[in-house]
């Protein structure tokens, strides 16, 4: 599986942006899909996930009421819609397909940055 992020971009504070994340190969659906982020000088963490069916979904508690992810399994797409940004919001954010029941991360898919201004 092949992830191509995009949609980052420079938002004032309180603003939204939609990250989309596309996908090669046929085995897209398969997987469950995670978003995750990383910010200067900090380690890398976990965002948002979705199951392979779009049933369940799970926040880092940080974007808990303010990020929704989604996913379109017919266009190979996963989405992570951001309102209410924040400043600390601001790092470089990645997708990733998700495998097993600990959802451990199979395939990173490169960064799109997300800055958020005061």
């Known amino acids: 599986v092949q992830l191509q992020a995009s949609g980052g971009g420079l938002v004032q504070a309180g603003g939204s942006l939609r990250l989309s994340c596309a996908a090669s190969?046929?085995?897209?659906?398969?997987?469950?899909m995670g978003w995750f982020r990383q910010a200067p000088g900090k380690e890398r963490e976990f965002v948002a996930a979705?199951?392979?069916?779009?049933?369940?979904?799970y926040y880092a508690d940080s974007v808990k009421g303010r990020f929704t992810i989604s996913r379109d399994n017919a266009k190979n797409t996963v989405y992570l819609q951001m309102n209410s940004l924040k400043p600390e919001d601001t790092a470089v954010y990645y997708c990733?397909?998700?495998?097993?029941?600990?959802?451990?991360?199979?395939?990173w898919g490169q960064g799109t940055q997300v800055t958020v201004s005061s």
């Open positions: 190969g046929r085995t897209f659906s398969s997987y469950a």
């Open positions: 979705i199951s392979w069916s779009g049933g369940s979904t």
């Open positions: 990733a397909a998700l495998t097993g029941s600990d959802y451990v991360v199979d395939y």
